[in-house]
């Protein structure tokens, strides 16, 4: 192979090194929110509904959920045949145990309560992360697959950690390592996005690498009425 053609091989990859290191956390979570459709409209978000599906090898989930922003977040869904329901508020949480010979409603510890209220928090931890209590580190390229990748930390207020992985050409995210704390143990999820007629990019399917678990999510509603009986337990 001749040195030009050496050159002109590597040059991209040159190039690329040269953008990362001139790259800001605060630029790279700037670009997300552009990609995905822009600051404005993430925070215009008042409440959302989606649809889904969780499966792994033991288990099947088919579920539809409910978030008002900052005040609740409920999820109806059907596992293995069965209704199931779980909630969180500003102050409390229940769930709907359909694993016992008789059904009942149960309240959440505090710990499930803590981790639960983020589901609350539509617009994600990286959007206005400053004021949320969140800490970002920049954590320079990685490659995943055939694709680079920025790579940036979260330590949220509570002291959870994630590792996002940005694609270097789309800026959606691609990947994100949960840090569990207390542990050395890791979950990992790659995530596939797909655009909306309403000008947003939204999550459509995520794995869980570990397992192979697969969670879908589909059939998003921005800012719908939503019947406030949806979460009434009786």
């Not at 694609?167 to 691609?174: A, E, L, N, Q």
């Not at 990992?188 to 996005?193: F, G, K, S, V």
């Amino acid at each position: 192979m001749s040195q030009a053609r050496i050159v002109l091989l590597f040059f991209p990859i040159f190039l690329l090194i040269s953008k990362a290191k001139s790259q800001t956390a605060d630029e790279v979570i700037q670009k997300h929110i552009e990609a995905i459709g822009g600051y404005e409209k993430i925070k215009s978000i008042r409440a959302i509904t989606f649809e889904g599906t969780y499966k792994s090898a033991k288990l099947e989930t088919s579920y539809k959920s409910y978030i008002i922003q900052d005040s609740i977040a409920c999820t109806d869904g059907i596992t293995n045949g069965k209704p199931s329901k779980s909630m969180v508020t500003k102050k409390d949480g229940w769930i709907y145990n359909n694993k016992e010979s008789k059904p009942r409603i149960y309240p959440k510890s505090r710990s499930e309560i803590k981790q639960d209220q983020k589901a609350m928090d539509i617009h994600g931890p990286l959007v206005d992360y400053v004021e949320k209590g969140n800490k970002i580190k920049y954590l320079g390229l990685e490659k995943i697959d055939d694709a680079w990748c920025y790579k940036l930390k979260l330590k949220r207020a509570d002291k959870t950690s994630f590792i996002f992985f940005f694609d270097s050409t789309t800026y959606f995210i691609s990947r994100v390592i949960s840090l569990l704390p207390g542990s050395n143990q890791q979950l990992t999820y790659d995530y596939t996005y797909k655009g909306f007629d309403n000008g947003y990019f939204f999550v459509v399917k995520s794995v869980r690498i570990e397992d192979g678990a697969i969670f879908t999510y589909n059939k998003y509603m921005i800012n719908p009425e939503i019947d406030r009986s949806i979460f009434n337990w009786k």
